[in-house]
């Protein structure tokens, strides 16, 4: 992506000859592999929403990782990306009506009150603004923009996120790898390599895993999978063996987590072809993933008192997508239908980015709403 | 410690007045936080070590961890403390016989070739040196360089290595914290945390942990725990997270593996105190150590035929010497006893730098004695 120097992310404003008084919102969902906003017309009141929504412009960004590309490169990329859809769609920030910005990590009014400052030198004051987790954006991508329901994720990572319709929120998991999402991609891919080495040393028993996660990844012994972090109480073996060179490693040599969780197809297929092992792993990573959903729901009382109200239950991530014979995502389905038969399963249409958009007109008809109530 | 110009580190040679024509060996145990190394003195051929050994200096220096000071630093630093153990004991790199650097890690022939070369740099090419995985010296600790039964370290990560009298050797577990050590400190902290987050959000049963850990960590809430690596399949959020700043969350915040495992001594008060929860993840961790040593005894037949024959079991690391009412040590002791009713527990009363040094000398002596017999 061609970079700007600093100030020249707006200079099209002044070349755009602006179509019409048009109004329009943006849609951010920002991420270390990619970052989309998308740039809707502000649609009049209705109850159902146009089919399909009026896109104007959708803009992607590479990476906005603070880690890999600096501070400032990663607020710029932000920037960047929503400039790009205004200049896409024909617009600039006079258009816009509201911005809302969705990203994983925000789960404190701290988090959220530096972001909105940074977004409020951007744009001037009447723009609403609002900042959410991204998980509120994927439900929001299967609701049309409705915080209601609740939404499993279960990609590399898992969360369950839930809101009730007077607007009590709730989470389960999402706690990262340390912490428990075992249902999650990375939790089910590094049960199977544990599963691998276990039956290597003798530990665990024999499954087919085994040659086909070695084969997969084009390794020709398990020894190969134990990385550079054997530790011991008594030394640390990071510095020997990186500095004494040695053999690639595989588990440790590239620490993202979604190179594991990548392998989650593999188990898939070896639960296909009956592996006892890899049957076990994912029959557990679906009471996971079910138990996390159960948790917000029986917290947000969202199955009414006779737990049988109806509530959307919006599923996204690979995990749950996969569309094999051994369907996880039903699987979860299954176990949840048991306990509260009213929850209804959808799989998003739209993108997350669309999800923030719809949050930021929601909010927006409220107020408007609102305010013509009061006047 | 004091860094000496390259080729200056041997330098104290010229200056010291070499006592006697006393023959040493030098044994080193390379870690991250410090690096140990022994100088002892050939000792007579004996049935019995002396009792105390005869260690002449022992050197320490700080961090060799490449990542953190750079490969030639690394390099150096172990040289230095080399220098460091001779220059204390009166003696030179002439009355050197054998050295033993014993670092985790080396798996393969080809970590120890590397290695290998580089000593060879530094020492007359009639000084006998070996480079062994850090467990080999941990086992040598506790069986005064004999390699022969079973060791299991039990810090912050765990591993189990053994060896058969005809040279035959096996390990189960050291493969890291994502590939199933889950019987290591660790690994008890990481379940100790996970059932914290549970009970926070709803998917586990109250524990007292969670007040007793938060307390310990100086937190006000469970969220606080969580991370900035919480991930989903949508966004990543550790580019926003530390991007924005937020509050500083604890599990991530640092990633040392160390400072996770130091959390043993909580879960271990709480089983004493009746939490349920804490003792299930302590029997748990029972059972994952036994099961790595059984595998070990298995595979290389150390019980012999019968199940009964005796062999050692050299137990070290901060989980097993634990010296409480819920003694993990014993309770792990207790299992691998009803099905090896042989295995015999010792506590090693010398440091892995002294059973690496111990290691050189009983090799040696066996080269001394076949060259004896063949001339």
Chains 1, 2 share one sequence.
Not at 108 to 137: C, G
Not at 185 to 201: F, K, Q
Not at 225 to 253: D, R
Request: charged share 20%; proline share 4%.
């Amino acid at each position: 992506m061609k970079r700007y120097r600093n100030g020249e992310i707006w200079d099209f404003e002044h070349e755009v000859a602006v179509a019409s008084n048009r109004q329009v919102i943006l849609g951010l969902d920002g991420g270390t592999t990619s970052t989309v906003c998308i740039c809707m017309p502000i649609m009049p009141f209705s109850d159902t929403l146009p089919d399909p929504l009026p896109v104007l412009a959708r803009a992607v960004a590479g990476c906005s990782n603070h880690n890999s590309v600096g501070e400032t490169a990663a607020r710029e990329t932000l920037e960047q990306v929503m400039a790009d859809a205004l200049s896409k769609s024909g617009s600039n920030r006079s258009a816009v009506r509201a911005v809302c910005l969705a990203v994983s990590g925000v789960n404190h009014p701290t988090d959220e009150q530096r972001i909105l400052t940074w977004l409020r030198d951007i744009f001037p004051s009447h723009v609403k603004l609002y900042v959410r987790n991204d998980a509120v954006a994927a439900l929001a991508s299967g609701t049309m923009g409705k915080l209601h329901g609740c939404v499993l994720i279960a990609g590399t990572g898992t969360i369950a996120y839930g809101f009730t319709e007077d607007g009590r929120e709730a989470r389960a998991a999402g706690a990262g790898p340390v912490l428990g999402d075992w249902g999650s991609g990375y939790g089910i891919a590094a049960l199977a390599l544990t599963a691998v080495i276990r039956a290597h040393d003798g530990r665990g028993p024999h499954t087919m895993l085994e040659s086909t996660i070695l084969q997969t990844l084009g390794l020709s012994s398990a020894d190969e999978l134990i990385g550079k972090f054997i530790f011991s109480s008594l030394t640390v073996s990071e510095t020997s063996q990186k500095w004494f060179g040695s053999v690639t490693k595989w588990t440790y040599a590239d620490p993202s987590w979604a190179r594991i969780a990548a392998l989650v197809p593999v188990v898939v297929s070896c639960a296909e072809a009956g592996d006892e092992v890899a049957n076990k792993i994912l029959k557990e990573a679906v009471q996971e993933l079910a138990l996390s959903v159960k948790a917000v729901v029986q917290r947000l009382g969202l199955c009414g008192e006779d737990e049988k109200n109806s509530f959307p239950l919006v599923m996204v991530g690979g995990v749950l997508e996969a569309n094999q014979r051994w369907d996880i995502g039903r699987e979860v389905m299954d176990f949840i239908s048991k306990d509260y038969p009213g929850a209804l399963p959808i799989r998003p249409k739209v993108e997350p980015a669309v999800g923030a958009a719809l949050l930021a007109w929601n909010d927006l008809m409220k107020e408007c709403l609102q305010e013509a109530y009061r006047s």
